[in-house]
């Protein structure tokens, strides 16, 4: 066992039984103690009735991956007891709801069993049916908070925010915590081996999951436009925003929208709504996971080939097909940077932590009206929809939106040339209209057939030519706007590196730490964004082994690697996790270990 | 390839009161084949906004892929256009009109873009009522692909290469009707007189406006047996109604020779004439007009003219509520909050 603030608790629960909210009470207070948290949510494709569970990883050090190993499980559901029983690791404890004898067969001989009984307490203590049900959640949260050393009057500080104008629940509350701690102070001796102590190391954070980040980044960015289909994990990243901009957004004198949001029939309709939006000069996004990527394949086409801004958030789920749709993986990387048929290539950034997911979406905005090519932000499902403990989110109020190349009334009438698609500056970009800007000047022809510079239908080859090679030299010039990488060296640089991205950056870095504490020199780089900069380039090639850490079976992080940067494959070695769960620090360890891997003293 | 008109005009051509004259409502020649029905619509498009004097600025007119998808280049040089994918013009107009509600949208679209692949986004731009007109340019076939049978050819027409539709043609309009278009019309490309106020009054409708109109292929379905030919069409047209289009302010001579005459005002304060002819339908009636729709059907005719309107008709920008002004021309001052409300956020979280 641990100690002090260093310790994995994971609450199995049967899904639909209000079980969700005082998991996450429990993280909540243990970050109002000052002590770094990571919850992280296992849930089935189900509205009610499968397990689900709920994972909350204590670290003094601030490591914040995913973590094997469970110190303390907490057993709602009898469906899951067996196999809960044997995840625990020996010596560790078992809680669980004692009203029902625990079958002997499950019965471990190295773990402890702490049986509270929930149902039997809430029975006596609740007459309504429901609260019967929801409290016994908070009953194990006080039986929890005993055992842990939780502080009895943070969580109640928590219940006064949540039931503000409604103060009449913060009672019975009140009381089911009471009952569990009061009952693990008459039957057991407390607190555990390991538990919370309060620190300071959380004062300056926050703790929010992505979506609601990214949606609050779309909303700083200027997006008025937003079109989406319903689909697991990214749903709640476009509901957020409408909750977000049903305050933040409404005009002051008419009480009217400064937004709109349209649920569309399906992918296709998302994105193309999108791209009219961007069209027309609005800043327009769509979010999707999975299948839906795969649905908005053509118009992506049709955005990069008639060069029309749009920001597609893609919040990555287990694939392929339907695949595992409540479970993370980061599989949609060649898809992304590839997608829709013939030539094409799309700007991807990689946020790692909510506080990346508000900033790299708000930027997304710029950048994509910077290139007029399309920005995909790349979000998963363990940082979309898991609280994340993150930095504070700060906007510079000087700072205006960078539109890019739009020409105003004025610019066209001292203009003689304008072709929509002539490179003027030579970085590739070239000057767009906006309908209904100019009464004569600046119409003209959008479409997705070959065209020549000004914008007339060519089959022209050597046209095509001049102009696909042109749109090339915007992804040269991509290089310049997007966020280069972040590099993890000490003074005693490694000839071995761990290169990671979005997900995996917190168990990366522990992992870095780790073996370096164990006397390996190891460098690190995080990968910000795609298509990658020289830095990348020079970092990789000043390394003579790079494990390239991605939640996919195939590498495809390390294909693009490949692809675009032309390193000898030797070079990359695979440091894959795909089972759905996100990575761990220990998965990683083992598997660069398997390597030649000597320690440098 | 496209091929420009020659730019040079007759300096005394007539303007209209936009101060514009009708060939700066036109696009560049046509490369559909000689014939088509298409250049027929097109040519209305021309002269219902010369009329109108619309300001080609302040139109968009989009179109999905096939030969109707083509026409947008043939008419409204002077506007900004769209040819978007197969089947989904109608989401990306929706995305154009949210972005700027200020303009005029005309989407253009052919039975195969609307009726096969597009069904979906037609069908879901209706139950919004998306204000734009959308024209469909119908013939009953595939023509850039070669003349195969689309899902509005009627069953029981033959084709040029003899063979007989066995499917169930889709009527776009009942449809239409059905999912709650707000402004529904069917024409034939060759009776102009009919079309151009059809268009003139879609365009001026807040709402969904639809005009299918059967537009012959002459190349692969003009054929005898075919019942989009431009002879079948000519024999089996039974006008429901006509009208006269009245722009805004115009003031309204009264002399009709027809005995019903109803005067439709309209959103932007224009005024269509009304002309019942059939005394067998109120198109004001969904199940009036679909009753006469399937009657027709069932007797290989087809109902022309203004099928069916909705005079309490409210746009996707009133359902959404969304602000007068343009979502495009929102600012910074606007759209982003500031930092005081994003630190109200962040003390929310902590």
């Given at each position: 066992?641990?100690?002090?603030?260093?310790?994995?608790?994971?609450?199995?629960?049967?899904?639909?039984?209000?079980?969700?909210?005082?998991?996450?009470?429990?993280?909540?207070?243990?970050?109002?103690m000052g002590v770094p948290v990571s919850a992280k949510n296992i849930f089935p494709s189900n509205i009610q009735g499968l397990p689900t569970w709920y994972e909350v990883r204590v670290s003094e050090k601030g490591y914040l991956g995913r973590k094997e190993g469970i110190d303390l499980m907490v057993s709602v559901n009898p469906q899951s007891f067996k196999s809960d029983i044997a995840s625990v690791k020996s010596g560790g404890y078992f809680l669980y709801d004692s009203t029902k004898k625990l079958h002997e067969e499950f019965l471990r001989e190295d773990i402890h069993f702490i049986g509270i009984p929930l149902m039997e307490l809430c029975n006596e203590a609740f007459?309504?049916?429901?609260?019967?049900?929801?409290?016994?959640?908070?009953?194990?949260?006080?039986?929890?908070?005993?055992?842990?050393?939780?502080?009895?009057?943070?969580?109640?500080?928590?219940?006064?925010?949540?039931?503000?104008?409604?103060?009449?629940?913060?009672?019975?509350?009140?009381?089911?915590?009471?009952?569990?701690?009061?009952?693990?102070?008459?039957?057991?001796?407390?607190?555990?081996?390991?538990?919370?102590?309060?620190?300071?190391?959380?004062?300056?954070?926050?703790?929010?999951?992505?979506n609601a980040a990214a949606a609050l980044g779309a909303v700083y960015g200027g997006a008025t436009v937003v079109s989406w289909y319903p689909i697991t994990p990214s749903t709640s990243l476009v509901s957020s925003f409408e909750k977000y901009a049903q305050k933040m957004r409404l005009d002051p004198v008419t009480g009217k929208n400064n937004y709109s949001v349209v649920q569309a029939e399906d992918e296709l309709a998302a994105i193309g709504m999108a791209i009219g939006a961007n069209w027309n000069g609005a800043r327009s996004f769509t979010a999707t996971s999975g299948a839906g990527i795969s649905l908005m394949n053509e118009f992506l086409g049709l955005a990069f080939?008639?060069?029309?801004?749009?920001?597609?958030?893609?919040?990555?789920?287990?694939?392929?097909?339907?695949?595992?749709?409540?479970?993370?993986?980061?599989?949609?990387?060649?898809?992304?940077?590839?997608?829709?048929?013939?030539?094409?290539?799309?700007?991807?950034?990689?946020?790692?932590?909510?506080?990346?997911?508000?900033?790299?979406?708000?930027?997304?905005?710029?950048?994509?009206?910077?290139?007029?090519?399309?920005?995909?932000?790349?979000?998963?499902?363990?940082?979309?929809?898991?609280?994340?403990?993150?930095?504070?989110?700060?906007?510079?109020?000087?700072?205006?939106?960078?539109?890019?190349?739009?020409?105003?009334?004025?610019?066209?009438?001292?203009?003689?040339?304008?072709?929509?698609?002539?490179?003027?500056?030579?970085?590739?970009?070239?000057?767009?209209?906006?309908?209904?800007?100019?009464?004569?000047?600046?119409?003209?022809?959008?479409?997705?057939?070959?065209?020549?510079?000004?914008?007339?239908?060519?089959?022209?080859?050597?046209?095509?030519?001049?102009?696909?090679?042109?749109?090339?030299?915007?992804?040269?010039?991509?290089?310049?706007?997007?966020?280069?990488?972040?590099?993890?060296?000490?003074?005693?640089?490694?000839?071995?590196?761990?290169?990671?991205?979005?997900?995996?950056?917190?168990?990366?870095?522990?992992?870095?730490?780790?073996?370096?504490?164990?006397?390996?020199?190891?460098?690190?780089?995080?990968?910000?964004?795609?298509?990658?900069?020289?830095?990348?380039?020079?970092?990789?090639?000043?390394?003579?082994?790079?494990?390239?850490?991605?939640?996919?079976?195939?590498?495809?992080?390390?294909?693009?690697?490949?692809?675009?940067?032309?390193?000898?494959?030797?070079?990359?070695?695979?440091?894959?996790?795909?089972?759905?769960?996100?990575?761990?620090?220990?998965?990683?360890?083992?598997?660069?270990?398997?390597?030649?891997?000597?320690?440098?003293? | 390839?496209?091929?420009?008109?020659?730019?040079?005009?007759?300096?005394?051509?007539?303007?209209?009161?936009?101060?514009?004259?009708?060939?700066?409502?036109?696009?560049?020649?046509?490369?559909?084949?000689?014939?088509?029905?298409?250049?027929?619509?097109?040519?209305?498009?021309?002269?219902?906004?010369?009329?109108?004097?619309?300001?080609?600025?302040?139109?968009?007119?989009?179109?999905?892929?096939?030969?109707?998808?083509?026409?947008?280049?043939?008419?409204?040089?002077?506007?900004?256009?769209?040819?978007?994918?197969?089947?989904?013009?109608?989401?990306?107009?929706?995305?154009?009109?949210?972005?700027?509600?200020?303009?005029?949208?005309?989407?253009?679209?052919g039975d195969g873009d609307t009726a096969s692949i597009g069904m979906g986004q037609f069908i879901h731009a209706v139950r919004r009522n998306l204000n734009m007109t959308y024209i469909v340019m119908n013939n009953g076939c595939y023509g850039l692909t070669k003349g195969q049978d689309s899902a509005t050819a009627d069953y029981g027409s033959v084709s040029k290469s003899g063979h007989m539709n066995t499917f169930e043609g889709i009527d776009l309009c009942a449809l239409a009707i059905q999912l709650g278009a707000t402004y529904v019309a069917q024409s034939f490309s060759g009776d102009k007189h009919q079309l151009i106020p059809l268009i003139k009054g879609a365009l001026?409708?807040?709402?969904?406006?639809?005009?299918?109109?059967?537009?012959?292929?002459?190349?692969?379905?003009?054929?005898?047996?075919?019942?989009?030919?431009?002879?079948?069409?000519?024999?089996?047209?039974?006008?429901?109604?006509?009208?006269?289009?009245?722009?805004?302010?115009?003031?309204?001579?009264?002399?009709?020779?027809?005995?019903?005459?109803?005067?439709?005002?309209?959103?932007?304060?224009?005024?269509?004439?009304?002309?019942?002819?059939?005394?067998?339908?109120?198109?004001?009636?969904?199940?009036?007009?679909?009753?006469?729709?399937?009657?027709?059907?069932?007797?290989?005719?087809?109902?022309?003219?203004?099928?069916?309107?909705?005079?309490?008709?409210?746009?996707?920008?009133?359902?959404?509520?969304?602000?007068?002004?343009?979502?495009?021309?929102?600012?910074?001052?606007?759209?982003?909050?500031?930092?005081?409300?994003?630190?109200?956020?962040?003390?929310?979280?902590?």
């Amino acid at each position: 066992m641990h100690g002090v603030n260093d310790f994995v608790v994971k609450f199995a629960n049967v899904n639909g039984t209000g079980s969700a909210s005082a998991n996450f009470l429990f993280a909540k207070a243990i970050f109002r103690m000052g002590v770094p948290v990571s919850a992280k949510n296992i849930f089935p494709s189900n509205i009610q009735g499968l397990p689900t569970w709920y994972e909350v990883r204590v670290s003094e050090k601030g490591y914040l991956g995913r973590k094997e190993g469970i110190d303390l499980m907490v057993s709602v559901n009898p469906q899951s007891f067996k196999s809960d029983i044997a995840s625990v690791k020996s010596g560790g404890y078992f809680l669980y709801d004692s009203t029902k004898k625990l079958h002997e067969e499950f019965l471990r001989e190295d773990i402890h069993f702490i049986g509270i009984p929930l149902m039997e307490l809430c029975n006596e203590a609740f007459t309504d049916p429901r609260q019967k049900q929801l409290f016994k959640n908070i009953v194990y949260v006080g039986a929890l908070a005993k055992l842990l050393n939780l502080d009895l009057t943070t969580i109640e500080g928590l219940f006064a925010e949540q039931f503000k104008g409604k103060e009449k629940l913060i009672i019975p509350n009140m009381k089911a915590l009471k009952l569990g701690s009061d009952y693990v102070e008459s039957h057991f001796s407390y607190p555990l081996e390991f538990y919370v102590e309060k620190r300071d190391l959380t004062k300056n954070k926050i703790m929010i999951d992505g979506n609601a980040a990214a949606a609050l980044g779309a909303v700083y960015g200027g997006a008025t436009v937003v079109s989406w289909y319903p689909i697991t994990p990214s749903t709640s990243l476009v509901s957020s925003f409408e909750k977000y901009a049903q305050k933040m957004r409404l005009d002051p004198v008419t009480g009217k929208n400064n937004y709109s949001v349209v649920q569309a029939e399906d992918e296709l309709a998302a994105i193309g709504m999108a791209i009219g939006a961007n069209w027309n000069g609005a800043r327009s996004f769509t979010a999707t996971s999975g299948a839906g990527i795969s649905l908005m394949n053509e118009f992506l086409g049709l955005a990069f080939y008639s060069e029309i801004p749009l920001v597609l958030v893609d919040v990555q789920r287990g694939g392929p097909s339907t695949g595992m749709p409540t479970r993370t993986q980061q599989s949609d990387l060649t898809t992304c940077a590839y997608a829709s048929h013939g030539d094409t290539k799309h700007v991807m950034l990689f946020p790692s932590t909510p506080n990346e997911c508000f900033h790299m979406m708000a930027d997304a905005f710029d950048y994509t009206e910077m290139l007029q090519t399309p920005v995909i932000v790349m979000s998963d499902l363990d940082l979309g929809m898991n609280d994340h403990v993150t930095d504070p989110f700060i906007w510079d109020d000087n700072r205006k939106f960078k539109r890019g190349k739009v020409l105003s009334s004025e610019q066209l009438n001292t203009m003689t040339n304008w072709g929509r698609y002539l490179d003027v500056d030579g970085d590739g970009v070239p000057y767009r209209t906006i309908p209904g800007t100019h009464p004569t000047k600046g119409s003209y022809f959008t479409r997705g057939s070959s065209h020549d510079e000004y914008a007339r239908y060519s089959e022209d080859s050597d046209t095509y030519k001049r102009i696909v090679d042109r749109i090339a030299v915007k992804f040269e010039t991509a290089k310049k706007i997007i966020p280069g990488p972040e590099l993890f060296q000490t003074s005693d640089t490694s000839d071995k590196a761990l290169l990671f991205f979005g997900t995996t950056t917190d168990s990366a870095l522990e992992a870095i730490d780790t073996l370096r504490n164990d006397g390996f020199s190891i460098d690190g780089i995080r990968i910000k964004s795609f298509p990658f900069s020289s830095e990348v380039d020079h970092f990789i090639q000043s390394h003579k082994e790079v494990y390239v850490v991605e939640q996919n079976k195939f590498g495809q992080m390390r294909s693009l690697l490949i692809n675009e940067l032309n390193i000898d494959p030797h070079k990359l070695i695979s440091v894959v996790h795909y089972d759905g769960t996100p990575i761990t620090a220990e998965s990683i360890i083992s598997q660069v270990h398997k390597h030649v891997f000597l320690p440098t003293n | 390839m496209s091929f420009n008109k020659p730019k040079f005009a007759h300096p005394r051509l007539p303007k209209n009161e936009a101060g514009y004259t009708r060939k700066y409502y036109e696009g560049s020649l046509s490369t559909l084949c000689a014939g088509c029905g298409h250049d027929s619509i097109s040519a209305a498009i021309v002269d219902a906004c010369f009329e109108m004097n619309i300001e080609p600025h302040k139109v968009a007119k989009l179109s999905g892929i096939g030969c109707s998808s083509k026409t947008p280049a043939y008419y409204l040089s002077n506007s900004h256009g769209f040819n978007s994918v197969h089947g989904r013009m109608p989401s990306v107009t929706t995305g154009a009109n949210l972005a700027n509600r200020s303009l005029t949208y005309l989407g253009v679209s052919g039975d195969g873009d609307t009726a096969s692949i597009g069904m979906g986004q037609f069908i879901h731009a209706v139950r919004r009522n998306l204000n734009m007109t959308y024209i469909v340019m119908n013939n009953g076939c595939y023509g850039l692909t070669k003349g195969q049978d689309s899902a509005t050819a009627d069953y029981g027409s033959v084709s040029k290469s003899g063979h007989m539709n066995t499917f169930e043609g889709i009527d776009l309009c009942a449809l239409a009707i059905q999912l709650g278009a707000t402004y529904v019309a069917q024409s034939f490309s060759g009776d102009k007189h009919q079309l151009i106020p059809l268009i003139k009054g879609a365009l001026a409708h807040s709402g969904f406006s639809f005009i299918n109109v059967v537009s012959p292929c002459v190349t692969f379905n003009n054929n005898q047996g075919s019942t989009k030919s431009y002879d079948y069409v000519r024999e089996h047209n039974e006008a429901v109604s006509s009208l006269d289009f009245v722009p805004v302010k115009e003031e309204i001579s009264a002399s009709y020779e027809h005995s019903v005459v109803t005067p439709i005002e309209m959103h932007d304060g224009s005024v269509m004439q009304f002309h019942k002819l059939s005394p067998k339908w109120n198109p004001e009636d969904k199940l009036s007009v679909l009753s006469a729709l399937i009657t027709a059907k069932d007797k290989f005719e087809i109902l022309t003219g203004l099928l069916y309107f909705d005079k309490e008709s409210k746009e996707l920008h009133e359902m959404l509520n969304t602000t007068d002004t343009p979502l495009n021309q929102l600012t910074e001052k606007e759209l982003n909050p500031g930092n005081e409300i994003l630190s109200k956020i962040n003390a929310s979280h902590r």
